[in-house]
């Protein structure tokens, strides 16, 4: 059974902090790694994605990737109130089809 | 249009009514997804349609029926749900390994 792993949180940050959001999986076959926000009572809404080991940059989300230690990461600069949310990791199972499976997500609380 | 369109939004259903959740999409996306999610927790795969036909299912309950009319449109016919059965229920679609989501059916089973 392919795994991934998120710790549920809550997560609580300071606004203006740095949050930092991780996620492990299981399948050393995964080529593809998709960070979901998701607010209360919303559908999940893609903010990243990343295919490559190191960093990749978009804004003050940065997503990092080392697939040796099957470890993807997301950090959120400059942290809002309007960045609290479940953030969900997401990884596409092989096999011709687009199917993701999902972390448990992590809910992340930024207060002012 | 980078939208996934669903109706409705909400939906309370007795155990023995049959309706209807509809999804559209006109972004040229030729696999479409319906994902069930209680709540706190993940979205769980239900349905993948690839090209109008249907590529796997969960091991979905037969109360539960997708359609695929065409490559726009995706319908989950309900039809003698349980309590359990409540949940946000999510329609998705892809291209190039990016799966948007629509915005969402709440449904309650009474």
């Known amino acids: 059974q392919k795994e991934v792993e998120q710790n549920s949180g809550p997560l609580s940050v300071p606004e203006g902090a740095i949050a930092s959001l991780n996620c492990t999986y299981s399948d050393r076959g995964s080529q593809s790694f998709f960070w979901y926000r998701q607010y209360s009572g919303k559908s999940p809404e893609l903010i990243m994605f990343?295919?490559?080991?190191g960093d990749k940059e978009d804004g003050r989300f940065t997503a990092q990737l080392n697939k040796a230690s099957q470890y993807v990461s997301l950090l959120i600069r400059d942290s809002q109130p309007s960045d609290s949310a479940t953030y969900l990791c997401a990884v596409p199972i092989s096999g011709g089809y687009n199917k993701l499976i999902f972390g448990a997500g992590t809910r992340l609380a930024v207060h002012p | 249009d980078t939208e996934v369109t669903q109706t409705p939004k909400h939906l309370v259903m007795g155990m023995t009514n049959k309706k209807s959740l509809k999804c559209e999409q006109h972004?040229?996306?030729?696999?479409m997804y319906w994902y069930k999610q209680k709540a706190k927790k993940p979205p769980e795969l239900m349905f993948v349609?690839?090209?109008?036909?249907?590529?796997i299912n969960e091991s979905v309950p037969s109360r539960f029926s997708p359609e695929c009319p065409n490559s726009s449109l995706l319908n989950l016919h309900l039809h003698a749900l349980q309590p359990e059965d409540s949940a946000l229920y999510l329609c998705?679609?892809?291209?190039?390994?990016?799966?948007?989501f629509g915005s969402g059916t709440r449904l309650t089973v009474v």
């Open positions: 972004m040229g996306h030729r696999a």
């Open positions: 998705a679609s892809s291209q190039l390994m990016i799966t948007t």
């Open positions: 349609y690839s090209y109008e036909k249907l590529s």
């Open positions: 990343i295919y490559s080991n």
